[in-house]
């Protein structure tokens, strides 16, 4: 994963660019992407999608001596701004430079003009370092930038399962120079949807890289409903390389089966994780996801936050193996409990001796006589084995009996498994969403509607 990203990252990206071309050729060779285009100068809700834009010249100078060249990182200059040549006062100069004073040499991020081309104006963005020591006077500048119609890009892999149902993952191209944000999401989404490829899935899966909100909204946009209607839910990838614990964002209910199964994985396998709901850990492309008219739930895994955030320090220095193979595990996860989780039928009438070697299926309790102590875990396992026969009814799935019980959803799994293979129990019904509870004229009511979940 580390290769591919260091492939990737340090090229000049932008929403449409020449090495944005370039990243996607490098990408299908990782997956056959599809590859969806939307012109420049589309329109919708608002949203357009940009031009090409390149910078070919961003010099800053005083006195005939050269201050700052801004082409020689790709944050360099203002993402999308304007050209500009002439003079100018020190104090007119300084309206148009961004910086960031807690990283005084690095060069920071701006990426205003993506969305609100309409307030595009020429501008660097600078070491701290430089800035502070810009002296009164004068300076020449001479920033050209060229832009022409193009198209932007979405890259869409798509992985049939047995059903059409679909779980999505997403992630953004379009940050130039930064790695973790998110490349190492790109990274992750490849790696995540190789693994699947290797096995049989219940559901269908799709992978879309694009440019942050713009190639999302152009890609939902123009799918029809029925395709819509497919997707069940999803995640946002973004920021999985650095050392840091996992951030979860809730979907937009927080109640969701998609929440609850990322919780419960997280709580037994990533203990240390943290979580906030929609909105309040970082901010991408959940919004076009859940937006009125699709409202598909969507997660945001990632690993805020972290100093480096929307600088040139944002590098693969900051980036670890161990910690993105640690994401693609987490999210594979996750996924492994929606694709198993189903509700349950027994093939017994009264109570089974689970002792037997017939059966071989008991968890010891505590006897002061024989077994004077053990685990709490072990509590937990011999209190589910006398409950469980009773979940065989089919009204419980698989996610809710270890809530209830408190266990790791896989350990349980795979001891029900052993009832399956003893005759004992079948799989009945797989479950890709829950009900949400809505309240309507003081009455409690429940929802299963087509994308709620």
């Not at 201050?67 to 309206?95: N, Q």
């Not at 029925?226 to 951030?247: Q, T, Y």
């Not at 909105?279 to 699709?294: F, H, I, L, M």
């Not at 002792?355 to 011999?382: A, C, F, G, H």
Request: proline share 5%; net charge positive; charged share 25%.
């Amino acid at each position: 994963m580390i290769e591919l990203l260091k492939k990737i990252y340090p090229l000049r990206l932008a929403p449409v660019s020449p090495d944005t071309d370039k990243a996607i050729k490098i990408l299908q060779k990782e997956l056959p992407f599809a590859v969806h285009e939307y012109p420049s100068g589309m329109e919708f809700n608002g949203w357009m999608v940009p031009e090409v834009w390149v910078v070919e010249k961003a010099l800053i100078q005083k006195d005939g001596k050269l201050i700052y060249d801004g082409t020689k990182h790709p944050l360099g200059v203002m993402s999308y701004g304007k050209s500009f040549k002439g003079r100018v006062a020190i104090e007119e100069l300084k309206k148009h430079l961004t910086y960031r004073k807690d990283f005084p040499k690095a060069v920071g991020y701006h990426c205003d003009y993506y969305y609100k081309p309409w307030r595009a104006d020429w501008g660097f963005s600078i070491p701290y370092e430089i800035y502070e020591k810009l002296g009164s006077g004068n300076y020449d500048i001479d920033l050209k930038v060229n832009v022409s119609k193009g198209k932007m890009k979405v890259c869409d892999y798509f992985l049939q399962g047995e059903t059409d149902d679909t779980f999505f993952l997403n992630a953004h191209n379009c940050h130039a120079g930064q790695a973790n944000d998110d490349i190492a999401g790109v990274v992750v989404g490849i790696e995540i949807m190789k693994r699947l490829a290797k096995q049989k899935n219940h559901y269908s899966y799709r992978l879309i890289i694009a440019p942050e909100h713009l190639g999302t909204v152009f890609y939902l946009a123009g799918l029809s409903k029925n395709e819509i209607k497919k997707f069940k839910c999803g995640f946002f990838l973004e920021m999985l390389g650095n050392k840091n614990r996992l951030a979860l964002q809730e979907t937009f209910t927080g109640k969701g089966l998609l929440d609850e199964a990322a919780h419960h994985f997280l709580k037994f396998r990533r203990p240390d994780y943290f979580s906030a709901p929609f909105r309040k850990v970082v901010g991408n492309d959940e919004t076009v996801w859940e937006a009125p008219g699709y409202e598909i739930p969507t997660v945001s895994l990632s690993r805020w936050p972290y100093p480096e955030y929307h600088t040139s320090n944002d590098n693969e220095s900051i980036i670890s193996e161990s910690m993105l193979e640690d994401s693609v595990g987490a999210v594979l996860g996750i996924l492994q409990i929606m694709e198993t989780n189903c509700t349950l039928k027994r093939k017994f009438d009264g109570l089974i001796a689970l002792s037997n070697p017939k059966y071989d299926l008991y968890m010891s309790q505590r006897d002061p006589s024989i077994r004077p102590t053990i685990s709490e875990e072990q509590v937990k396992w011999n209190y589910l084995m006398d409950c469980l026969p009773r979940y065989f009814d089919g009204t419980m799935t698989i996610l809710e009996i270890a809530r209830k019980h408190d266990l790791p959803y896989d350990e349980l799994y795979e001891y029900i498994g052993r009832f399956q293979k003893k005759g004992l129990v079948s799989f009945v019904k797989r479950i890709a969403k829950s009900p949400v509870k809505v309240k309507k004229n003081g009455l409690r009511r429940t929802l299963r509607g087509r994308l709620f979940a």
